[in-house]
């Protein structure tokens, strides 16, 4: 049996923005996260692959990177894309 619980307008005005804001925070993060840089030592994990298979990837030059002096950087929106883009299925835009 459901619980039924009544709300008046200003009420219900009042839970929609608060969970308009929460979107807004969640939406906020997600940006953020996106546009944050990994270092190279990172990058493996976060794709799950080994650190021979990330040094293939570079020398391929398959995801964009910055260097600076020996130290390197990525975009995690890149590594999302990368990770996208290697999608097997009714979405994939690539053909065997």
Excluded: C
Aim: hydrophobic residues 35%; positive net charge.
């Amino acid at each position: 049996m459901q619980n039924l619980i009544l709300l008046n307008q200003s009420e219900l005005r009042e839970v929609l923005q608060q969970e308009i804001q929460s979107l807004k925070q969640l939406i906020e993060k997600q940006n953020l996260q996106s546009n944050q840089w990994l270092s190279s030592e990172e990058v493996p994990n976060y794709l799950g692959v080994s650190r021979k298979t990330w040094q293939n990837y570079r020398d391929k030059k398959l995801l964009p990177f910055s260097q600076i002096g020996r130290k390197i950087w990525v975009l995690r929106s890149d590594l999302d894309a990368f990770i996208e883009k290697g999608l097997i299925g009714k979405h994939s835009q690539t053909s065997l």
